[in-house]
């Protein structure tokens, strides 16, 4: 806690020992956002989450701060920063408010900053009402897409919809928004969604005095934790159930595609109207969703079933039940109030 010269609160900062240990176990993404309190002395919840091995949401710290400015999100980063460290290939991801990118560059300089592509669309549709309806289908599939073919092809879209837009896309810089141009992977995380989904969840604690905020917060935690854990315990499959459907989807899509082998370690899946380029010892394929996704693409499945090799071998630790159920290894415990 920071208190003003006078001794009266001024911020508050709470990372749970659970919550600690638990991040080393999931993909190196980080969702921040506020929201207001609405308690008799007001301010700002800011809270910072991830995401399980089965997506499920893992909150990582909470803050109570005046508001969401300059000093309170540069403060409340240097405590995320003090408390969870830098990853390699670590990403940020935010809707587009001035604070949150000036304390951002300031204290996580080495890291990728991205937006919530719903937060940008919002921004779009605001500046540019001509067909604004219609940019959702386009803005999204091109913000998702794995290929710079398939980028270009919804960009040009967008540009028969209102040739301003791809401008504006350019000037907030397309690494902070689309998959593809990404300096750091952020898998399927485009939006901000989990972190809103947690502020929801805290919908009547917010109306709380902090002392209770904070309970209510940790209560919440404890359960999520139980809950998880209990779930990866009664898992049988190698990977999490979420996983798992994606993994036979992509299964599912592979079965009509035709394999070439161009040497020991790389191979070529012929489509009807292109082929792919798969290296299974680098874990890559020229459609990119076997990199990004670090899960087997369609392409890369055809090549494993036809070498008869075990999937697993080819799937990101990040998704096994194992690392599932390792993520909840710590305990939260009551506090005495």
């Given at each position: 806690?920071?208190t003003?010269d006078d001794?009266?609160f001024?911020y508050?900062?709470v990372?749970?020992?659970?919550?600690?240990?638990?991040?080393?176990?999931c993909?190196?993404?980080?969702?921040v956002d506020g929201t207001?309190?609405k308690?008799t002395y007001?301010?700002t919840?800011l809270?910072?989450c991830t995401q399980?091995?089965n997506g499920?949401i893992?909150?990582l710290?909470?803050?109570?701060?005046?508001?969401?400015?300059n000093n309170?999100w540069?403060?409340?980063?240097?405590?995320?920063?003090e408390?969870?460290?830098i990853?390699?290939?670590?990403?940020l991801i935010?809707?587009?408010h001035?604070?949150?990118?000036?304390?951002a560059?300031?204290?996580?300089?080495?890291?990728t900053?991205?937006?919530?592509?719903y937060?940008l669309?919002?921004n779009?549709?605001?500046?540019?009402?001509?067909n604004?309806?219609?940019?959702?289908?386009?803005f999204?599939?091109?913000?998702?897409?794995?290929?710079?073919r398939?980028?270009?092809?919804h960009m040009?879209?967008?540009?028969s919809?209102d040739?301003?837009?791809?401008p504006?896309l350019?000037?907030?810089?397309?690494?902070?928004?689309?998959?593809?141009?990404?300096?750091n992977?952020?898998?399927?995380?485009?939006?901000?969604?989990?972190?809103?989904?947690?502020n929801?969840?805290?919908l009547?604690a917010?109306?709380?005095p902090?002392?209770t905020l904070?309970?209510?917060l940790?209560?919440?935690v404890?359960?999520?934790?139980?809950?998880?854990?209990?779930k990866?315990?009664?898992?049988?499959?190698?990977?999490t159930?979420t996983a798992?459907k994606k993994l036979?989807?992509n299964?599912v899509?592979?079965?009509?595609e035709?394999v070439k082998?161009?040497?020991?370690?790389m191979?070529?899946v012929i489509?009807?109207?292109r082929?792919w380029?798969?290296?299974?010892?680098?874990?890559?394929?020229?459609c990119?969703?076997f990199?990004?996704d670090?899960?087997?693409c369609a392409?890369?499945l055809?090549?494993?079933k036809?070498?008869?090799?075990?999937?697993?071998?080819?799937?990101s630790?990040?998704?096994?039940?194992?690392?599932?159920?390792?993520?909840?290894i710590?305990?939260?415990?009551?506090v005495?109030l």
């Open positions: 806690m920071e003003e001794n009266s001024k508050l900062f990372a749970l020992d659970a919550s600690i240990k638990g991040w080393k176990k993909k190196p993404i980080i969702v207001f309190l308690s007001g301010g919840l809270s910072a399980d091995a499920h893992f909150p710290a909470f803050s109570v701060v005046d508001s969401e400015n309170s540069q403060w409340f980063f240097t405590k995320v920063r408390t969870y460290g990853r390699e290939e670590q990403c935010s809707d587009r001035e604070s949150i990118s000036k304390a560059c300031q204290v996580f300089p080495e890291i900053h991205c937006y919530c592509v937060h669309l919002s779009l549709k605001a500046t540019f009402k001509k604004a309806s219609k940019l959702d289908k386009p999204f599939a091109a913000a998702r897409a794995y290929t710079e398939k980028f270009e092809y040009s879209e967008l540009d919809l040739i301003r837009v791809r504006y350019q000037q907030v810089g397309y690494h902070k928004w689309s998959r593809y141009h990404c300096k992977n952020r898998y399927s995380t485009m939006t901000s969604n989990i972190a809103e989904s947690l929801a969840a805290n009547a917010r109306e709380l902090i002392t904070m309970e209510s940790r209560a919440l404890q359960q999520w934790t139980y809950t998880n854990r209990k990866a315990h009664k898992t049988t499959t190698f990977l159930p798992e036979v989807d299964f899509e592979s079965l009509t035709n082998p161009i040497n020991e370690t191979f070529e489509e009807l109207t082929s380029v798969i290296n299974l010892k680098e874990k890559t394929c020229s990119n969703r990199q990004l670090e899960l087997p392409h890369a055809a090549v494993i036809e070498m008869n090799l075990n999937v697993y071998n080819y799937c630790g990040y998704y096994t039940t194992r690392t599932w159920l390792e993520t909840y710590g305990s939260t415990y009551s005495d």
